[in-house]
């Protein structure tokens, strides 16, 4: 005690005092903060090594050599499985030429070779991790909540019922009506391109559920019948354009022509 | 036994009726009605039928509706699943309850939304074949206003209707006609507030919408469509040109029983067309939407077709031109796209008839419709107007262009804005060409005769082409125009020196009679037919050239072919 009580005033002190709290804050953030769920995957060496050589292959020349981005591309290290997976699966990465936004396009990995790509990304820093089944099931999420939720957050960019809008200068919200559940959850996780990310205490997981199954019904057959895109009214006023005016002229003119 | 006893209760049945109301007159007088026939005569009653089928389909809907801001949460247990336990007003509850629980409710509804659209659109090319043919001309200035304050009224009945079911799409109509409320000078906030009930949305609107959907609004319809009819029927019906035909006469069959059974079987097409795009077509699904909450506005939410003009209007306008003056904000973003461009448009359409009368100083009264060509700037103004319109309503759709064509909205949206400008001239300029075009192809045809494509080889060696020339009936309707000319008017002072009282009003005719009429091709006078029979010296004639530019001669004079 008397060493300590000697030394209390040494000039180290300060220091030393501040790297302890450093380090006690440090412990109790560990502590409290939420585990990131990417480091808890158990990531097969393999799959990382495979993943690295597929990406210094197809993805380097934008990303960089270690994922770290570059002037064409950002970079990738804590975007986590997720982002892989949402953007290689629909196809939009690899990107086949530079445009306002990249489109989605038939995908050009298989599906363990996309594993092995997200697998390595994840390697390098924690990000958010690939949906499991159960989190993307439609049948379990509430259409009723989630199409409150989706009005209030995505109708603006997708349309009422994910039909797809315009963006400013070229870009554009795409259409969700064949998106795959798993993707439409990892893009609120994720936020690619233009979209922001909503991450889950933002909307939560079952939440994201809900927003899905709202989605998943837009699919079933359209009690009206014919959706005409679900576009609104713009595409029904020209239906009654083509289709009731054409119609009618036509019947006009079979009318008048018939006594001459 | 003379009669039978059905054709002996069918006589005293007239006769019950003949004696007491004067059925006789009045059948006479209906059934021997002449109308010509045509195709685009049938396209008022296309509006006729459409309106009488929203009246038959509403009806029905009435008695479901439930036209109530009362807040309630939608059943549990109840279609649609995407609106279950979700908080709504019973408008929109009852419209969602009318399409899934009751029996056909759907089928009436679309039925309904489509005929509404039809009824627009018929009334729309209604107007342009009047408006196109010179229908409107004296004695029928009256009956185009009349058709005119029609197609304001449909758009009023079909923005109520659509604000009805009260869900997203129709508040956000609701919310841009506040903001359009509020943006008029002065009374703007007052008028919103008495429209509303209070702060907008307020919980009386949709009570104040209804009314007027199902009670004013038609009711003014029919009181109009009454008038207009019985204006068809006072001023006989117009006819194209053509051999026979002339001001004092109508050629075409009685209205009983031909016009009866062509009519009467129309309105079953019309109908029939309405069932089966109501039947196969979802035509405005409000469980999309949503409940109306004044916070989500969706991609894609637009009104219906003929309001898109106003949307489109308002899309262009950039939102810089609001300001601030002593404390009071002067939103021209608003005032000039909601009130100036379609006062402006609405306004020219209305007052057309009276301008052009102005302009022809002609006070005759004209049953033989024109063929557009033959009064180029008429045609042209019309195709300046339609295109300005269209090229609104595309701009209305301009995230839907961006989406569906690859572009950019900010390049579409300002390529619109210069076409704003550019397009009325242009089209204008290229349409009014094509008709003297036309009108010069028709002054060749009626000289020369038609190109028969067969060249023959004369025995001095020199190969010429036949032309067949017109029958007399073809030849009626290509010559049986005129071609005004501008106003003369008489000089500024008499004799005297003194000044002529009216002077400044006669030139400002006279200028405006000069934008119509300074371009224009005469039909082919006798003497001028004459002279091109007897071997195209029709050039050398005096004055049967004066108004027809050199350049449409200058082919004919080479010609050798009217080998009749």
Known sequence: MKALAASRRHRLAPVLLVLLALLATGVVYSMIAPAPKAVAEAANADDIATGEALFVANCATCHGINAQGGPAGPSLIGVGAAAVDFQVSSGRMPMSSNGPQAPVKPPQFTGEQTAALAAYVASLGPGPSIPTEEMVDPTLGNAAAGMELFRTNCGQCHNAVGAGGALSEGKYAPSLMDTPPSEIYEAMLTGPQSMPVFNDANITPEEKRDVIAYLVAQREPAAGGLTLGGLGPVSEGLWVWVVGIGLLIGSAIWLGAKSS | ?564
Request: proline residues 6%; neutral net charge; contains cysteine.
């Open chain 2, 1 to 564: 036994m003379s009669t039978s006893t059905p054709a002996r209760a069918a006589g005293a049945t007239a006769d019950f009726l003949d004696t007491r109301i004067g059925a006789s007159k009045l059948v006479k007088e209906f059934a021997r009605k002449i109308f010509p026939d045509h195709w685009s005569f049938l396209l008022g009653e296309i509006a006729l039928y459409s309106f009488i089928v929203l009246l038959l389909s509403g009806t029905f809907l009435t008695m479901f509706f439930v036209p109530s801001m009362a807040e309630i949460h939608y059943p549990e247990d109840a279609l649609p699943v995407t609106m279950q336990g979700v908080q709504m007003s019973e408008a929109f509850a009852s419209t969602l309850k009318l399409s899934f629980a009751v029996k056909g409710g759907l089928l009436m509804r679309q039925i309904h939304h489509w005929a509404a659209l039809m009824f627009m659109a018929a009334i729309v090319t209604h107007m342009l074949r009047i408006f196109f043919t010179g229908a409107f001309r004296k004695p029928r200035e009256l009956n185009w206003i009349v058709g005119f304050l029609l197609m304001v009224l449909g758009l009023v009945a079909g923005f109520t209707g659509y604000s009805l079911p009260d869900d997203v799409l129709s508040g956000n109509g609701l919310r841009i006609t506040d903001g359009i409320t509020k943006g008029v000078p002065i009374i703007g906030s007052y008028a919103s507030f008495l429209i509303f009930g209070g702060e907008f949305p307020g919980v009386d609107i949709i009570p104040r919408m209804f009314t007027a959907h199902i009670l004013v609004v038609p009711g003014l319809i029919l009181a109009l469509v009454a008038v207009h009819l019985m204006l068809v029927v006072v001023h006989k019906h117009t006819q194209y040109p053509g051999p026979g035909r002339t001001n004092k006469n109508v050629v075409g069959f009685p209205l009983f029983p031909v016009y009866m059974a062509k009519a009467g079987g129309f309105f079953f097409i019309v109908f029939g067309v309405l069932a089966l795009m109501g039947a196969t077509m979802s035509i405005n699904a409000v469980w999309n939407y949503g409940p109306y909450d004044p916070s989500p506005v969706s991609a894609g939410a637009q009104p219906d077709w003929y309001m898109l003009f106003l949307e489109g209007s308002l899309r262009m306008m950039p939102g810089q031109a609001e300001f601030v003056v002593g404390g009071f904000t002067v939103p021209l973003n608003v005032i000039i796209p909601a009130m100036i461009v379609p006062g402006i448009l609405l306004g020219a359409l209305a007052l057309y008839p009276f301008i052009e009368a102005i302009a022809t100083g002609d006070k005759r009264e004209h049953h033989v419709l024109d063929r557009p060509r033959n009064v180029p700037f008429r045609t042209a103004f019309g195709v300046a107007v339609l295109a300005e319109l269209i090229m609104l309503a595309l701009a209305g759709s301009n995230d839907l262009i961006a989406t569906h064509f690859s572009l950019s909205i900010n390049d579409i949206t300002n390529t619109f804005r210069v076409l704003f400008f550019v397009l009325p001239v242009v089209t204008f300029w290229i349409t009014k060409r094509i008709c003297l075009g036309l009108q010069r192809r028709d002054r060749e045809i009626v000289l020369h005769g038609r190109e028969t494509g067969t060249i023959i080889r004369m025995a001095t060696g020199e190969y010429v082409e036949v032309h067949k020339p017109l029958d007399d009936f073809e030849r009626w309707t290509l010559v049986g125009y005129e071609a005004p000319r501008p106003r003369e008017i008489e000089p500024a002072e008499d004799s005297r020196g003194v000044r002529r009282k009216g002077y400044r009003l006669d030139s400002f005719k006279a200028a405006l009679s000069r934008v119509f009429y300074e371009d224009r091709i005469e039909p082919v006078t006798p003497a001028e037919l004459a002279a091109a029979h007897s071997h195209g010296e029709h050039d050398m004639l005096p004055g049967g050239t004066d108004n027809v530019e050199p350049t449409a001669l200058a082919g004919s004079g080479q010609d050798t072919g009217h080998t009749s």
